[in-house]
């Protein structure tokens, strides 16, 4: 699997020249303008990445919200969450539980809701169809708390129905990000989980173009990884993805590091190998000879050749009987 590593390349060239030129200066005044010029480099690339991270973001956060604003079957927990997730008091909070709940309890209205609703509202609503609704008061921590809980019931039923509208993933690989059976802070968990999923597939098709034969595999990767650990958006997931697929964006990009994993045979006589090449030397001595080093001129003639320094070499044991 090849992993690439990107940078952006001061271009000091000119810089050199003009110093070069003016060899004749006080040495003081040729480092000042030497540093003034490089600064001046590193602020441009600075802000031309800057904008770059900034319409890439802009562009994910708009799919994102486009996939959300696609769902037309809400029920009417999710359609008061979407009214009521911009109350701007406490008060204002209870008044609208207080409005709904009295309109059930006088049976004026009798909205439709999802199976499998988890929320106290939901559960309200299902014993007001049978004409006995217990009562709830409306004190304390539990207006904010249901109000949490139908919006968690709709940010699941949003992402679920991505992965499965998507045929990413089934209702039954995600049925441990859905379930109702654990506390509040671990279905905010889960959610978050979702979103950090749905952040990474949306990533790939907006910015990368990839298609659903890579994001299926991708997607099971990250559902097994949250399945076992807890929310760590810092995580760095391997994703194999074949150099067909990335081909494209090697023109536009300053290769640094290529990583090349190869592994054979199975269960314990599987021996994994790992080949890291640079076009940094691991060591400032490496420059003066050849040795470690490889070369790009066979695949690219004509071109400038490039030269890669190997810098790391691993191999697993393997157990013999």
């Known amino acids: 699997m090849p992993i690439l590593g990107t940078s952006q390349t001061i271009p000091c060239c000119p810089a050199t020249r003009t110093l070069k030129k003016e060899g004749t200066r006080d040495r003081g005044e040729n480092q000042k303008d030497l540093k003034k010029k490089l600064d001046g480099s590193c602020v441009s690339g600075n802000r031309n990445g800057m904008e770059k991270i900034k319409c890439d973001t802009e562009a994910v956060d708009s799919s994102i919200k486009s996939i959300f604003s696609e769902r037309r079957d809400l029920d009417f927990a999710e359609q008061l969450w979407c009214k009521m997730k911009c109350v701007s008091s406490y008060q204002e909070l209870i008044a609208c539980f207080t409005l709904v709940l009295e309109s059930l309890e006088c049976g004026e209205i009798q909205p439709w809701i999802h199976h499998g609703s988890g929320s106290l509202l939901s559960k309200l609503i299902q014993q007001s169809c049978h004409g006995k609704m217990e009562a709830v008061s409306l004190t304390g921590i539990t207006p904010v708390q249901m109000l949490l809980e139908i919006g968690l019931d709709k940010m699941k039923k949003d992402y679920v129905s991505f992965f499965i509208g998507q045929e990413l993933a089934t209702l039954t690989s995600l049925d441990c990000f859905i379930s109702t059976s654990v506390d509040l802070q671990e279905q905010v968990h889960c959610v978050q989980k979702l ?45 194999p993805v074949s150099s067909a697929l990335v081909k494209k ?73």
């Open 195 to 239: 979103h950090h999923m749905l952040e990474i597939m949306v990533s790939c098709t907006v910015l990368l173009q990839f298609k659903h034969e890579s994001l299926f595999p991708w997607t099971q990767i990250c559902i097994k990884y949250y399945r076992e650990n807890p929310l760590d958006e810092k995580h760095v997931f391997q994703l």
């Open 249 to 321: 964006f090697y023109p536009d990009s300053h290769l640094e590091v290529w990583k090349v994993d190869m592994s054979s045979g199975h269960g314990p006589k599987e021996a994994k190998t790992t080949w890291q090449v640079s076009t940094n030397p691991p060591v400032e001595h490496m420059m003066s000879n050849n040795t470690g080093l490889l070369s790009d001129s066979t695949v690219n003639a004509g071109i400038e050749e490039k030269m890669y320094f190997i810098t790391v070499v691993k191999c697993s044991q393997v157990h013999f009987r």
